[in-house]
């Protein structure tokens, strides 16, 4: 479905709630479950308490970390040529610092270090606030 078929669908669903009507007969299918709403209780009451939602409460999300050792572009042409062995040239210099990502917001930088049979990176500077470039693949020498 493309994202005008999608919104159609949502406004001719608007519309026969609006008119009283049941929401299959106007996709055809069988009658939708309306989605329920998310049980937040524990949070309601303490927002509704006047009370500060206690900082513990996040300690257990899991975010996405991700590292990125430089960035380039291809042709297609160029892609479908490559096999094993094939060498991507990345837009860093070697020693430059890498990116570390948490979920799309550029966190800090580091190094590339090897942990046995196993790469890490060893953080060596954690950025104070949102970069301005932190979705572009600018090596960290033109950031600063």
Avoid: C, W, Y
Avoid at 94 to 107: H, K, S
Wanted: proline share 7%; hydrophobic share 50%.
């Amino acid at each position: 479905m493309n994202p005008a078929e999608i919104d159609a669908l949502v406004a001719s669903v608007q519309a026969a709630k609006a008119a009283g009507q049941p929401v299959s007969s106007v996709t055809g299918d069988a009658p939708a479950v309306e989605p329920m709403a998310p049980q937040l209780a524990e949070l309601e009451r303490l927002a509704s308490g006047g009370g500060e939602v206690p900082l513990a409460m996040l300690f257990s999300l899991t975010l996405p970390i991700s590292i990125e050792l430089g960035r380039t572009t291809m042709t297609v042409q160029e892609i479908l040529r490559l096999g094993r062995g094939s060498v991507i040239q990345l837009d860093r210099l070697a020693g430059e610092p890498i990116d570390i990502f948490v979920g799309e917001r550029r966190f800090a930088e580091g190094e590339v270090v090897v942990l046995g049979e196993h790469f890490g990176v060893r953080v060596t500077r954690i950025l104070a606030r949102p970069s301005a470039n932190a979705g572009t693949a600018a090596p960290a020498s033109a950031a600063a």
